[in-house]
């Protein structure tokens, strides 16, 4: 029987373990259950990603700050925010393959044992539903049986609405302002899947946008429209971008709108990012809870109020992961299938490599000192002298870097060098002293194949 031919999220996948983005954890243990951790090249697209979120959300903007709470905050924090008694999810178990599902996720759950049939479907009895917290426990103390319980925080958010005061009064701050937060969150989820999708340890990126009730309508729209358009200017395919209006049943207790930024995966379309209208829920239960005042008094209107939220939320994984997606494309050449991340100059890992023609007559010492050149001026750089130049660039290519420097015998006589753009494959030569601006002006231009 012939082996099926691999699906994009296979080729993604190896793609990201052969090149250095992601490796299963702990794998020389057999690994642990949809676990991951970052290589090389996933390091510098997380932070990366994180740079260009933190650069639109907070560092381009006057009306935005930044923090960074704990993980592990007082445990009333959660039992106030409603956590401990209803962040969960109703579960099933077969009791034929004692798989556990998501109960209102069946129809995209598939058998361990029969990938082609749901849960239920492989003759096996489901378990009526019951409701699974996603909280991860842990204790706080020398010994477990004495120690206090804690939680592993699953969302950055609470930690931002417990500092509203503080940061109110030390950032001298008043609505509409945001507090923006970036950091790891801890879910522990019943199914998750399809690589770093979903996961029980993820990195957020979070925005709690205050603002004065009567504007909580223009500012939701603003900052869907905002969130949307930040993934077009990073080069996502807007035809595989839409935006998703949560229905009155599907909202949350404490929100009055929520739209997702939806993207058409290879498994279907999913969840990007959302953005949500979270009304002055969580202000006034902690005010409520630790007889804190969390209202805001308005010198001009001499009013004091509690502010309404407008909450964008996203997983920086989860983006990283998109990139990836939309970036990957196969060319058919002449003589072979080339294949190319078409990344974002901006968020991709290595911004140029210095390639050395031979190894030899003095051009691996002028590649490493032209490298030196670009790093000075804040370019992430790889340094390759192995291989053919032809392999050499196929390597770069599988790795998005978006622009590579060759140097040869009319660089130490000439002083220039070949610049060589990914997306085009088009070379041009170019003086060494002119190296830096032609990069930088071919980033300020940069668009994505076909846009």
């Known amino acids: 029987m012939a082996k099926p031919e691999p699906t994009l999220m296979d080729k993604i996948v190896s793609l990201c373990k052969r090149r250095g983005f992601v490796f299963p954890a702990s794998e020389i243990y057999g690994g642990i259950g949809n676990t991951y951790d970052y290589g090389p090249l996933g390091v510098e697209l997380i932070r990366r990603v994180k740079e260009a979120w933190w650069g639109a959300t907070v560092t381009e903007r006057e009306d935005v700050v930044g923090l960074d709470s704990a993980i592990i905050q007082n445990p009333q924090t959660w039992i106030t925010s409603g956590h401990v008694g209803g962040f969960t999810d109703p579960m099933v178990d077969c009791k034929k393959c004692k798989g556990r599902f998501r109960a209102d996720k069946l129809e995209d759950a598939r058998c361990p044992e029969k990938p082609s049939k749901r849960p239920g479907e492989c003759d096996g009895e489901l378990t009526e539903p019951r409701e699974f917290n996603l909280m991860f426990k842990t204790t706080i103390g020398p010994v477990e049986e004495t ?96 935006l998703r209006v949560h229905e009155d049943k599907e909202l949350a207790h404490y929100s009055t709108a929520t739209s997702d930024i939806e993207y058409e995966y290879p498994f279907g379309w999913g969840e990007l990012e959302g ?129 590579c420097v060759t140097i040869d015998g009319e660089t130490l006589t000439e002083n220039t060098v070949t610049l060589r753009h990914r997306d085009s494959m088009e070379q041009e030569r170019v003086p060494v002293a002119e190296l830096r601006g032609r990069i930088d002006a071919a980033i300020e231009a940069w668009k994505r194949p076909g846009a």
């Open 275 to 403: 953005i949500a209208c979270r009304t002055d829920f969580d202000l006034k239960r902690h005010s409520e809870a630790s007889g804190t005042d969390l209202l805001f008094f308005d010198p001009q209107t001499k009013e004091h109020y509690t502010p309404f939220v407008i909450e964008p939320a996203g997983g920086i994984n989860r983006m990283a992961l998109t990139f990836l997606i939309d970036a990957y494309e196969e060319q058919q050449l002449e003589k072979d299938t080339r294949v190319v991340l078409h990344l974002h100059p901006s968020i991709a890992p290595i911004t140029v490599a210095v390639l050395p023609l031979v190894k030899k007559e003095g051009m691996p010492e002028k590649a490493r000192e032209i490298g030196a050149m670009l790093r000075r001026a804040r370019y992430s750089t790889s340094y390759d002298e192995k291989a053919a130049i032809g392999r050499r660039y196929r390597r770069q290519d599988e790795a998005g870097t978006p622009f």
């Open 147 to 242: 120690g206090s319980t804690a939680y592993l925080r699953p969302e950055t958010a609470q930690g931002i609405f417990l500092n509203f005061k503080n940061v109110l009064e030390s950032a001298r701050a008043k609505p509409p302002f945001g507090i923006a937060q970036i950091g790891k969150s801890f879910r522990n989820e019943i199914t998750p899947g399809n690589f770093v999708f979903r996961t029980r340890e993820f990195e957020q990126a979070e925005m709690e946008f205050f603002v004065p009730p009567a504007e909580e309508q223009q500012w939701f729209d603003f900052w869907v429209k905002e969130r949307f358009d930040w993934y077009v200017r990073h080069g996502i395919d807007p035809a595989k971008l839409r």
